[in-house]
């Protein structure tokens, strides 16, 4: 079986994102996203609400599924059966780190990374970009599915009442 894993926060996941899992399905039998649930980081969204989009969000691929998990990718990847990490590519500079990523992991275990071009539609979208615009009132729902825009946009409004009150 060929199975892959497009890892990565998700924080939130944008339609960039499920243009890279939608193409990445249609090459390998199994797809999983891979959410990574570093609990040191500060997420806009906690891990079990990223990882519960994202089923949501990938729910018309049958040979997609989510997961979350911690620590190396590289130990996940082993202990998944994965051999490839696949990774969209929105510009150079995401080329530049991601190429020691991909040496560092293949020379760790093996595991090959697959670069997919971002489609240009896509190619400037962030999920920090969308949170960033968002925050400051933005309209990011042409960047997000609708649901995943609505929870956006009620987190944020918490956030400032939180702040406010």
């Not at 891990?47 to 990938?58: K, P």
């Not at 190396?72 to 969209?88: F, N, R, S, W």
């Not at 971002?118 to 925050?135: G, I, M, R």
Request: net charge negative; charged share 20%; with cysteine.
């Amino acid at each position: 079986m060929r199975r892959a894993v497009c890892p990565g926060s998700f924080d939130p996941v944008t339609l960039g994102h499920l243009d890279v899992i939608a193409r990445v399905s249609g090459l390998f039998d199994e797809v999983v996203v891979a959410v990574g649930t570093n609990a040191s980081k500060n997420r806009l969204f906690s891990a079990d609400e990223r990882l519960d989009m994202l089923r949501e969000a990938c729910s018309g691929h049958a040979n997609v599924r989510v997961d979350g998990f911690t620590g190396l990718l590289t130990t996940y990847c082993q202990e998944q059966d994965v051999h490839a990490i696949v990774k969209g590519l929105r510009a150079v500079s995401d080329f530049d780190y991601e190429l020691q990523m991909a040496q560092m992991n293949a020379s760790l275990t093996g595991v090959e990374t697959v670069f997919l071009p971002a489609d240009p539609a896509h190619s400037f979208v962030s999920s920090s970009l969308v949170k960033e615009v968002a925050t400051f009132g933005g309209d990011v729902s042409a960047y997000l599915p609708d649901f995943v825009n609505e929870r956006l946009t009620a987190r944020l409004a918490e956030r400032r009442a939180a702040a406010d009150g």
